[in-house]
């Protein structure tokens, strides 16, 4: 199936160095963001300053634990949270400011794709149904039939028996429940799909099969994605360039390999020494970095690194200055005073 | 009243009525509300004498194999004027709950869709109807717009709106939060959309409930309005108004005040028995299959 | 290290009746834990894990029929009557559950709570029980326990409320900790912060613990032996580093294979088509048949595989006891 020409993605690419899959057409691009809620304990600064920009064609990794902001991004990236400072880019438009009423016509070109499949499916309509809304939302088919074709055809991408079109979500597995999930978020044919922790509600088996379609789709109608979780391991599988969040800003970004690799932020270390790895002996082996103590509140995140008061390198200067984004390598940044050292120190001790 | 949990379909309303099927006070509930209904369409038809056949012959006769119900003062058959007042009992009830179901139900979604003062506005406007006693506000009404079938329904029916309004806004709030209508909203549905297609559907349980209750609660209150010769005017039957001929003939002649009193007891209480069982039957908690076999991992 | 088991299940079945007829949640199942050892009970959800627990300890909902036998520090659990069975489960098995947001009472102090399993099982006085309750706090490693003892569960953080639910479970210095999924709630750092405590603590008191989890990589760092189960059976048993090393039930080798490996190529993840059954409608065969890459013998199909030992300790359910790898082929 041949994906329609996209009009009017024509955007002057922000500072960055190209990267060997996907094409320097951005789609998306967040500059600066900062998405800030006001509650009764003060403000919550969910979102304190992040840039990211998607490119046509890739997937964008984005990792991070409870608190980091990572969900949050997502949900700005499709004005489903209203930014507080900065701004918002989608296919060459500043979408930051836009009303409900325009957005409306952005929704079809960002979809999203939800973390609790069967909350995500409204339980009193047929699956069918809801792989049609967008169809019906933005008048993209004409008439029943054409309709009920078009939702075969996506049933059929996703890997589903298109009988189930007129079945209720709770008669089907977790697994087909997030085939439906996606399915529907090709209804509209979207340049970008943000997936908000899309596997975390699934079984182990089935994590693995949802993976690989949704790698075949990209391969087989060319779709970018925005790949949100906090399973560090899922990200590195599935992304072309990833980022790691830690309480509202990004600390580190580059390719899985760089990452996994050669982390360069102390934060990227603990977390890759965290996962655990299913080999017996590797893990009795192995030292690991455990944090001290708790995440941060975001209502009020330390002076200086924000990662001061967990980071088992912190050293004086740490408290007093907020590190810049910098170059690492080519295409891999971190924000830390000491990138790289502080790591390597900490592989030693 | 309980909120809606997403974890339901149409399945769940076969199952509903299968639950009712073998529940015994329920079926006691429905027979007398079928029948209800079948003599409130055909009364005049089905009854056995004319409601306005004044006879001073016959006048107060006791229950007799001629007149089940006895007859009145003025020699009417009983029995004929309550079943004919049973269909003005059922009109009442049903075009006043249903004009508190469109207003109520409206109001309730459009506060609990966009919050903000337009909620704050409709809810106190509500807290005001609620302040009043039910039959003072109903009253107040019918003493404004005139007595008369037509107005007994609107005063009931504006009576019992705010009920609908806040049932309904409940079941808003918790629904809207739920991540398949921020799905939709993602999918960029029109606001509308969203409460027409996804709000409404989810939270019909709670409202089906309502209705069957507010419905014995019309009734009851249509039968106050009349005995205070505010409803549906004589020589026109009510059940409410036969009360109150009855009363003062409560030693001498039993029959013309127990009988249209029974009548009412029994609607209402069919009501609450169906309403009743209605409401466990839709409760959320009842266990699905998934569920039941999620819990045995 | 005694070699008497904490707590040994034989045999153990349990039966739902729900309304769409009798669910069949664990079938015939057969694992024990010796003090100072862990169990991990693996599996998928529905695959009757946390069930056989449940029903093992006597907590099993009412609806569920349990048949066979328990035997809890020597003592046949299953024969007491349901008041002394309560009473032997609070003083000698201490509980972890996966959500430590609905585990802990929102309107009591921790420390109240704490205190409140010593003061029913161990007779206890007030001062004595939250003086114990500060000891168990520091334990876990609250930081500021003596302050922290009069806080509320909402003023703590996930991982900081888990730590509190440990230390609960510990109030009674128990034989034994049953731990269902404990971290799937939690982030992967807070997540190696119990992992490591529970270790440390199990060194420390040889406490027999159960680890039920779906998560191979924790297995493989906590437990010492492991018991695999599908659709209600145990498929396969053994030492972890048997059991992780040389798996001899396909399900098993696929659900090692399932994991995405970081700094592996970015290759497709091998994966196993179609779900588990449904516990309404068990095959009579091996529940994993119409899924098993493998299927080498056609009477799999109809009849139940036994549980079959490949090496001392590792047992497989499978029809051809020779050593496998997991793919039907006689491992070198």
């Given at each position: ?349 | ?297 | ?66 048949t066979g036998s328990v035997r809890l520090l020597d003592a046949d659990f299953t024969a007491l009557p349901a008041d002394r069975r309560r009473r032997m489960r609070g003083r000698h098995v201490g509980f972890v559950f996966q959500d430590p947001m609905t585990s802990l009472n929102p309107v009591l102090t921790v420390g109240r709570q704490v205190a409140e399993a010593g003061e029913e099982h161990l007779g206890l006085t007030r001062r004595a029980s939250r003086a114990r309750a500060v000891e168990l706090l520091d334990l876990v490693g609250i930081p500021s326990a003596a302050q922290r003892v009069d806080a509320y569960p909402h003023q703590f953080s996930g ?174």
């Open positions: 199936m041949k994906r329609r020409e996209r009009e009017n993605t024509q955007v002057t690419p922000a500072g960055g160095v190209p990267t060997q899959r996907g094409s320097a057409d951005v789609v998306a691009e967040l500059d600066d963001l900062r998405v800030w809620f006001p509650t009764s304990a003060g403000v919550v600064r969910a979102v304190d300053g992040v840039s990211l920009q998607v490119r046509r064609g890739e997937t964008l990794g984005l990792v991070g634990e409870s608190g980091s902001g990572k969900s949050t991004t997502g949900l700005a990236l499709l004005r489903l949270v209203d930014p507080t400072t900065g701004s918002v880019r989608v296919a060459g438009q500043d979408v930051t400011g836009w009303s409900r009423r325009q957005l409306r016509a952005l929704r079809r070109r960002v979809a999203m794709v939800f973390q609790d499949p069967q909350a995500s499916l409204d339980p009193r309509r047929t699956v069918g149904s809801s792989i049609a809304e967008p169809l019906i939302v933005h008048r993209l088919v004409d008439g029943g039939a054409a309709r009920r074709h078009r939702v075969e055809e996506l049933l059929d991408m996703v890997g589903l028996r298109r009988d189930l079109a007129d079945r209720h979500p709770h008669e089907l597995s977790g697994g087909q429940r997030q085939r439906v999930g996606i399915a529907r978020a090709l209804a509209g044919e979207p340049d970008l799909i943000v997936l908000d922790e899309p596997i975390a509600s699934l079984d182990l088996s089935v994590q693995a099969q949802i993976m690989n379609l949704l790698r075949r789709l990209q391969r087989e109608l060319g779709l970018t994605y925005l790949f949100i979780a906090h399973d560090l391991a899922a990200v590195e599988h599935m992304s072309d360039r990833m980022a790691v969040m830690y309480l509202g800003r990004i600390v580190e970004s580059g390719t899985p390999t760089q990452i996994w690799r050669e982390p360069a932020h102390p934060y990227t270390a603990a977390l890759l020494s965290a996962i655990p790895v299913a080999d017996p002996k590797v893990e009795r082996e192995r030292r690991r970095v455990i944090l001290r103590g708790d995440i941060p509140s975001p209502v009020d995140p330390p002076g200086g690194c924000r990662f001061r008061t967990r980071c088992p390198q912190a050293r004086p200067d740490c408290a007093e200055t907020d590190p810049a984004f910098v170059e690492v390598a080519t295409g891999h940044r971190a924000a830390c005073l000491y990138a790289g050292e502080a790591v390597r120190a900490m592989r030693v001790s | 009243m309980s909120a809606p949990t997403a974890h339901r379909s149409e399945g769940q309303l076969r199952r509903a009525l299968s639950a009712l099927r073998h529940d015994p006070l329920a079926l006691t509930g429905t027979a007398v509300l079928v029948l209800l209904v079948v003599v409130g369409v055909a009364g005049p038809w089905l009854a056995p004498a004319g409601i306005n056949d004044v006879d001073v012959d016959r006048m107060l006769q006791p229950p007799s194999w001629a007149h089940p119900f006895g007859t009145d003062e003025l020699g009417r058959d009983v029995l004929s004027r309550v079943m004919v007042a049973a269909r003005v009992s059922l009109q009442v009830g049903a075009v006043s709950v249903g004009i508190a179901l469109l207003a109520g139900v409206t109001l309730g979604l459009f506060a609990g869709y966009y919050r903000g003062w337009l909620d704050n506005l409709l809810m106190r406007c509500m807290d005001v109807l609620f302040a009043f006693p039910v039959l003072l506000l109903a009253v107040a009404i019918v003493a404004v717009l005139g007595p008369g079938l037509l107005t007994a329904m609107i005063a009931i029916g504006v009576v019992y709106t705010p009920i609908f309004a806040r049932v309904t806004r409940a079941g808003v709030l918790s629904v809207r939060e739920q991540v398949f209508v921020r799905a939709a909203v993602s999918i960029g549905a029109s606001d509308l959309r969203i409460m027409r297609r996804h709000v409404l559907p989810n939270i019909a349980a709670p409202l089906i409930v309502q209705t069957s209750l507010s419905l014995a609660f019309a009734i009851l209150s249509e039968a106050a309005l009349s005995f205070l010769g505010l409803g549906v005017q004589p020589p026109a039957p009510a059940w409410g108004r036969m009360l109150y001929d009855g009363r003062g003939f409560v030693t001498d002649a039993w029959w013309l005040g127990v009988f249209p009193g029974a009548a009412i007891f029994l609607t209402v209480l069919a009501f609450n028995l169906v309403g009743d069982a209605l409401r466990d039957v839709l409760d959320p908690r009842q266990l699905t299959v998934n569920e039941a076999r999620r819990s045995t991992g | 290290m005694s070699d008497a088991a904490v707590l040994a299940v034989s045999d153990l079945t349990v039966t739902i009746g729900t309304r769409r007829g009798p669910a069949r949640a664990v079938a015939g199942v057969d694992w024990s834990v010796r003090a100072g050892e862990t169990l991990a009970l693996v599996g998928e959800s529905g695959s009757g894990k946390s069930m056989s627990v449940l029903a093992a300890t006597g907590l099993a909902p009412r609806a569920a029929r349990v991982g900081m409320r888990q730590r509190v639910v440990i230390a609960m479970a510990l109030a009674c210095e128990p034989d034994l900790l049953i731990a269902d999924e404990p971290t799937t709630a939690l982030d992967v750092t807070t997540q190696a912060q119990i992992v490591e405590l529970v270790a440390d603590l199990q060194r420390r008191l040889g406490t027999a613990v159960v680890w039920i989890t779906h998560d191979l990589g924790v297995v493989a760092g906590i437990a010492d032996t492991v018991a695999v189960m599908y659709a209600g059976r145990i498929v396969e048993q053994g030492p972890v580093d048997a059991v992780f090393g040389r798996p001899g039930h396909p399900y098993t080798s696929a659900l090692l294979a399932a994991r995405p490996d970081p700094g592996g190529g970015g290759g497709d993840l091998v994966t196993i088509a179609g779900a588990p059954p449904s516990p309404l409608a068990l095959p009579a065969g091996c529940a994993f048949w119409p899924r098993c890459p493998v299927r080498s013998d056609a009477r799999c199909e109809h009849e139940l595989p036994p549980l079959v030992g490949v090496s001392p300790a590792h047992h497989v359910r499978t029809f051809y006891p020779q050593r496998t790898d997991g793919e039907g082929h006689e491992a070198s």
